[in-house]
Structure formats: C-alpha cells, structure tokens
C-alpha cells in the first residue's frame, strides 16, 4: 500500500486515466481495491459451500436462470441445484435443475424438458435456462426446449422445495459462485444471489442484491465460505 505521510493511498490517476495497478521496477507498490458490491457489514467472498444448507429464492417462476456452481457431492438418486415441485401432492408442477447419474436435468410443468449429459462433479461449472429464447446450457453445450417454468411454490436453492408439504428434497453439496433470476415480464434481474460472509456474526450464506436482504442457512447445517474477493 502506497503512503503520503501517514496517509493510505486509495487511488491514482493520471490525468482523468484511473490507475488500476503501478509497480516500481517490477515490483507491485500499488493496487486499486475493487468496489465491493456489499453494502457497509457483509463481506464478498468467491463462494459458500453447502451440505444440506439452503435458502429460499422467494421467487417461483422466471425467464432466465444464471448460475455458477461446483458439485462436491452427489446424493444416491438425485441432487437439486434449485426447485420447488408439486410432484409429491400429484399435481405435477415442477420448477427445477436438478443431477444425476452425469446428467442434468431441467423440469419445467409436468414432465422433464431438457437433459445434458456431461460430468459436473468437481468441476466449475455455467449454467444457462431461458425460457423465452428456450435454450437449456452447460458450459457451453445448449438444449433447445419449450416451456415455462410453473410452480407454485417458491424454488429453494441447493435443495427442492416440497411445495405444500413443508419439507425439502434432493439436497446438493455444491460450491455456489453466482445465482441470478430473471422476471418473467420485463427480463429485468429478479434475484441476484452474492455469496457473503456478515460480519456482525460471521454468518456465512447469500446477500441478494435486489431486494436487500441477507439469506443464512435456512437448516440447521451452515454454509461454509470461501476466500474472501
């Protein structure tokens, strides 16, 4: 950290030119700090980890899901990214992603609308649903599909939701990256899902940056954190 006195230098700037980085022969002697995208009280960090940690979206339907994830883990039938189903009251709305046998899934109404075969575990990995441009893709192998996503109930986050029975499925022992919802009318970002650290009481778990709110576990396992950005 560069100096004037006693004081830290935060930024420098040639001419109206923000200086990103300056070195001194090749020594690094300064490096901007990047914004945080936090508020005052959370601090951003690459991932969480959860096994059997979860949260609520709040949200039940979108145009487009975003997400960066790495499986750790799979359970012995199926693992859930996100999801919330109405299979268990026979009614059949389904709204999830979810893995198994080296294949990923994307259950949108009544019955499976597109699969990818590829190897996940271990493995950073970008997912892609939209719904309007229907394409279904994993670092960059793409599905086509129709369909919406419709159910009822509100899409837990590594784990399904139950909808109506109060109880969860298909856990997922992952390293989440990034999650982001689009809305179903406007395209606009629905939920944007930040992986954090507050530092009020190192709770570990999910800032999302619409609505302002901060999400830790909603069971009784806790996320565990990565390295701080």
């Known amino acids: 950290m560069l100096k004037l006195r006693t004081q830290d230098i935060s930024a420098l700037y040639l001419g109206e030119t923000k200086i990103k980085r300056a070195y001194l022969g090749e020594t690094l002697v300064f490096e901007g700090s990047k914004p945080s995208r936090l508020p005052e009280g959370y601090t951003e960090v690459e991932y969480i980890q959860g096994n059997g940690a979860w949260v609520d979206s709040e949200l039940s339907v979108f ?37 198994s046998s080296g294949t990923i899934w994307l259950d949108l109404g009544k019955s499976t609308t597109a699969s990818i075969a590829m190897p996940l575990l271990n493995q950073k990995s970008e997912l892609i649903a939209d719904t309007v441009d229907g394409i279904f893709s994993i670092n960059g192998t793409e599905k086509t599909f129709t369909g919406k996503a419709s159910s009822n109930g509100s899409m837990y986050v590594l784990y399904g939701n139950k909808t109506g029975s109060g109880t969860t499925f298909r856990k997922l022992s992952a390293k989440l990256y990034s999650l982001k919802f689009y809305t179903r009318t406007s395209r606009g970002i629905a939920r944007d899902f930040i992986p954090c650290i507050r530092n009020s009481d190192g709770e570990v778990g999910l800032y999302e940056a619409v609505k302002n709110k901060f999400h830790a576990s909603s069971a009784t396992v806790k996320f565990t954190a990565g390295p701080p950005v």
């Open 63 to 99: 145009t487009r899901v975003e997400a960066v994830f790495e499986p750790t883990a799979l359970s012995a039938n199926s693992s859930c990214l996100f999801g919330a189903s109405d299979f268990y009251l026979n009614s059949r709305q389904d709204t999830s992603v979810t893995m």
